[in-house]
């Protein structure tokens, strides 16, 4: 029994470097779409550094890549632009490691439906919204028809040559301008023969004219808000549609973000190593984000560039070292009770953090100071 919790102990707080999860390589920052409304990259146009991963510094990655379970080739820009997308996706799933994508899906024309078979484990398409008039309108430049049609034609090509592999997602960012149709959406996504569906929220709100796009809220949800979201999750129940919603109001002491700096990680198009892309943005200087009403000014965070290691150099570097630990501390808050359940079989009953009966010397185990102002942090 305490060797299972041993492992069950390194893995929850990373202490088993060899066998990371998930890296995700932005391997541009360019677009095919001259600016969605809720892209940072139409906040700072005239920050954005637009850039490709270069095959050098892609070909450095190798050994790292080897080290992770599932390779993510996404960022902020649209990956598909990359001239040698085809080949790093190759490449990877050279190393072992499972591939997946997030893209806006225009560039998943027939022509490369076998790549997308051979190469990918995983493809998820952003399509926000289930009429046209909504999608174009958040996603200027689009064409709502020709996606539809297009996820439809790699649907039906899957099904026809029987393979189960990459498994299609569409994403749903839940705003405030397409949530009445999420439930419509829903029958649509099974119409069109995909394998899941994620409602994710806007969590990155760089600029206080994006706000009014979010639906996250720090209070009692609308009760409409509500009724949409119940009939979307019983109609995805009746088509059995897998479908992941992600919630709108704040998850209560959340130890770890989903981004997970412990046991994931982000490299930029420039080769640098990140805890995640929300502290990997192409901008010049600093930048903001928006926090329930609050403008919080903040940076990017590097571990360190390709150029002068692999990830596990980094590993040992103050940078990552002093980032994760925030991250180390908080889990840490479980040790003792997990230790209790383990050895004793009873766990004893402490205040919650800043309740009036805890103690007024009891650790405090705060975010890194760069995760100040996010949206993850709450568990939106």
């Known amino acids: 029994m305490r060797n299972w919790f041993r492992e069950f102990w390194q893995g929850l707080v990373g202490r088993q470097p060899l066998h990371l999860d998930y890296l995700q390589v932005e391997v541009t920052t360019r677009c095919n779409l001259p600016g969605c409304r809720m892209c940072p990259r139409s906040a700072y146009p005239d920050q954005w550094q637009s850039q490709d991963l270069s095959w050098e510094n892609f070909e450095l990655l190798l050994p790292t890549l080897a080290r992770f379970k599932q390779i993510h080739l996404s960022g902020w820009g649209e990956p598909l632009v ?10 990877a799933r050279g190393q072992g490691c499972k591939v997946s994508l997030t893209t806006n899906g225009l560039g998943l024309t027939e022509a490369v439906h076998s790549q997308v078979l051979e190469h990918l484990d995983m493809v998820a398409i952003s399509v926000d919204g289930a009429q046209a008039a909504t999608y174009e309108k958040l ?25 189960r592999r990459p ?6 960012m839940k705003m405030r301008p397409n949530l009445a149709e999420l439930p419509e959406f829903i029958k649509l996504a099974a119409s069109l023969g995909v394998d899941r569906v994620n409602a994710t929220n806007l969590d990155f709100i760089p600029v206080p004219e994006m706000e009014p796009l979010a639906v996250v809220s720090s209070g009692a949800l609308d009760p409409k808000v509500e009724a949409i979201l119940q009939q979307a999750e019983q109609k995805a129940r009746e088509l059995g549609l897998p479908f992941r919603n992600f919630p709108l109001r704040p998850t209560v002491d959340l130890l770890v973000c989903d981004a997970n700096p412990l046991k994931n990680a982000f490299v930029t198009a420039c080769g640098d190593f990140c805890p995640c892309v929300n502290l990997g943005l192409p901008v010049q200087g600093g930048f903001t984000r928006q926090f329930l009403g609050r403008t919080v000014p903040t940076h990017n965070y590097f571990y360190g560039n390709i150029q002068t290691g692999g990830f596990l150099d980094h590993c040992g570097q103050p940078a990552y070292r002093k980032f994760t630990g925030y991250f180390r501390n908080r889990v840490g808050r479980m040790h003792s009770l997990l230790t209790d359940l383990v050895q004793h079989g009873t766990v004893a009953t402490r205040p919650r953090p800043g309740s009036p ?7 405090h ?16």
């Open 82 to 91: 990359h001239p040698r997308f085809w080949d790093m996706a190759k490449v």
């Open 139 to 163: 996603r200027p430049g689009a064409d709502f028809n020709r996606l539809i049609h297009q996820i439809a034609a790699l649907c039906a090509r899957k099904q026809e040559i029987g393979t």
């Open 167 to 172: 498994e299609v997602v569409l994403l749903f």
């Open 357 to 363: 009966s805890a103690s007024r010397s009891e650790p």
């Open 365 to 380: 185990y705060p975010w890194p100071p760069a995760c100040q102002g996010c949206l993850k942090t709450l568990g939106f």
